[in-house]
């Protein structure tokens, strides 16, 4: 197994928000861009059971808001029960609150096989602010919900609300549903091996220093996640509904060809949170994994070619990438690992194995010999 002098810094930041969760996994020939799959009828239906469309009016979804401002504890800042933070008008029927609709991220971040699902409020009126639009800045009173489910049984849901104006006012907190699965329950100190699963429901501490690694927090929402014709919300819906202050010309579409840019694309999902110029480990580690919106032109422009392939990590260790050979990448490496120098390096512990297949057959399709691109500092600049 490799060592590096970066294993400490790896340590000090948890991968992504998505706990080990391993029960079903993807088969080697598995869809990497997980999701695609049509979900059920009542997950993007409004109160009233219709499909998924305009969104609630405003009376209506102010009203929505009510439960959850009137259940938080003052001394908490989140209610003690799902039931209680809007995202159910009926949690026996799944019947969502008005103006909480369903979305999907178009590339997923692994958790050991578990299945996921996510719903997305915006207060009525309000506008994203996407002055910069690799990472947004939520209006006060946004929520999203992320679900677990694990071996056909749901562990937990995880809510993250915006609760003021500041960048960094985000309240998260998770919830582990009951073994009758009549409501969940909210969890602070988190859980190990929750409701008899290998599933580790995390405390609140993790959940900042995850999300708390990016200026836009949330992690599966933003330009380049949404730009996708899956179901539920889709950045052309923000951008038609007007919710989006600088809407861009249209979606984002990662460069190359298929393997390039589902490569491109996993990375981005299950390294870029830690690994962007507003993380705490870029002034250590110098590698950009999260892609910019404006370094989409061709493949050599993207972040990650840029800072990793042919870049050397510090001291006498392999290249992070080395065209045409991932048994020499350090990258390739440590996310087929788990223990000691895994990558990421918390919140898994089961190897991805349809993610590092296609990692390796990207690294195999690079031309050897490649410059690599520029310097590793002068990446995204912009951030």
Not at 122 to 147: N, Q
Not at 211 to 235: C, M, P, R, W, Y
Request: glycine residues 10%; contains cysteine.
């Amino acid at each position: 197994m490799r060592r590096t002098a970066w294993a400490t810094l790896f340590w000090l930041a948890a991968c992504s928000s998505d706990q080990h969760a391993g029960v079903t996994t993807p088969a080697p020939d598995a869809n990497v861009e997980a999701g695609h799959g049509v979900p059920d009828a009542s997950l993007d239906a409004s109160a009233d059971g219709s499909r998924e469309g305009p969104e609630a009016s405003p009376e209506a979804a102010a009203e929505a808001a009510v439960p959850l401002e009137a259940s938080v504890d003052a001394g908490l800042g989140y209610p003690t029960l799902l039931s209680e933070t809007g995202l159910f008008t009926d949690i026996a029927k799944e019947t969502l609150g008005a103006g909480i609709r369903f979305y999907q991220p178009k590339y997923t971040l692994w958790s050991d096989g578990a299945t996921k699902r996510r719903w997305l409020y915006l207060p009525p009126g309000a506008h994203i602010d996407t002055s910069d639009m690799d990472f947004w800045t939520y209006p006060v009173g946004t929520r999203v919900w992320k679900e677990f489910t694990v071996g056909g049984k749901r562990v937990e849901t995880r809510l993250l609300r915006k609760a003021g104006p500041d960048l960094d006012d985000w309240i998260m907190i998770a919830y582990q549903w009951k073994d009758d699965q009549s409501d969940a329950v909210a969890v602070p100190d988190g859980v190990v091996d929750a409701s008899g699963t290998p599933h580790d429901i995390p405390d609140q501490r993790t959940c900042h220093i995850c999300h708390d690694n990016t200026k836009g927090h949330l992690l599966g929402v933003g330009a380049i996640q949404l730009s996708h014709q899956l179901e539920g919300v889709k950045l052309t819906d923000l951008m038609s509904e007007g919710r989006l202050s600088n809407p861009p010309a249209g979606p984002f579409t990662l460069p190359g060809n298929a393997v390039d840019s589902a490569a491109v694309g996993y990375l981005h999902a299950n390294c870029g949170d830690c690994h962007n110029r507003s993380s705490p480990l870029y002034p250590g580690i110098s590698m950009q994994l999260f892609e910019l919106t404006g370094q989409l032109a061709t493949l050599q422009d993207t972040t990650v070619y840029q800072t990793a392939v042919d870049q050397p990590y510090p001291g006498n260790i392999p290249d992070r990438i080395v065209p045409g050979d991932p048994d020499s990448s350090e990258i390739y490496v440590r996310i087929g690992l788990r223990g000691s120098g895994q990558m990421p390096p918390v919140c898994t512990e089961l190897v991805d194995p349809t993610g590092v297949a296609l990692i390796g057959k990207w690294i195999r399709s690079l031309s050897p010999g490649s410059d690599g691109g520029s310097d590793a500092g002068d990446a995204g600049a912009k951030q």
